[in-house]
């Protein structure tokens, strides 16, 4: 693994905590009913997708970690593609999050918008990885 690979997944690691307190979070919303978070269907769903968008995209990050160093790309595009998917692990969940922040929301907020942007920044950033890979081994 490569000095960049381990720095990258340290990071990723470090992170892990926030997702567990969202977590947290979604289940003291359950049991608190002053919380009013099960008043809201649409609200539910979005944190509940927010939460598991985070877990499961720090996971692909951590794996994409370790395909970049096998990938034959320029560096700049190496770090797109290390960066994309850990970027997305971040705007998606927030989008999710913070579209929905009024308990009696019936429509998500302008921070719908993150969303879209998480989820470009995954596709570019496995995309490249994905080509980077697919053309030979790294010199």
Do not use: K
């Amino acid at each position: 693994m490569t000095r960049e690979a381990r720095t990258m997944a340290g990071i990723i690691l470090i992170t892990v905590p926030t997702i567990q307190y969202g977590g947290y979070f979604l289940l003291t919303s359950l049991r608190d009913r002053s919380s009013h978070y099960m008043d809201n269907a649409l609200r539910q769903n979005f944190f509940r997708a927010g939460h598991a968008h985070a877990g499961v995209f720090v996971i692909l990050s951590l794996v994409c970690q370790v395909l970049a160093d096998a990938a034959t790309l320029p560096p700049s595009l190496l770090w797109l593609a290390r960066l994309g998917v850990p970027l997305a692990a971040i705007l998606l969940p927030m989008g999710f999050f913070l579209s929905m922040t009024s308990p009696t929301a019936t429509e998500p907020n302008g921070f719908i918008s993150l969303i879209y942007f998480g989820a470009a920044a995954l596709a570019v950033s496995v995309l490249t990885l994905g080509v980077g890979l697919l053309r030979g081994p790294a010199m």
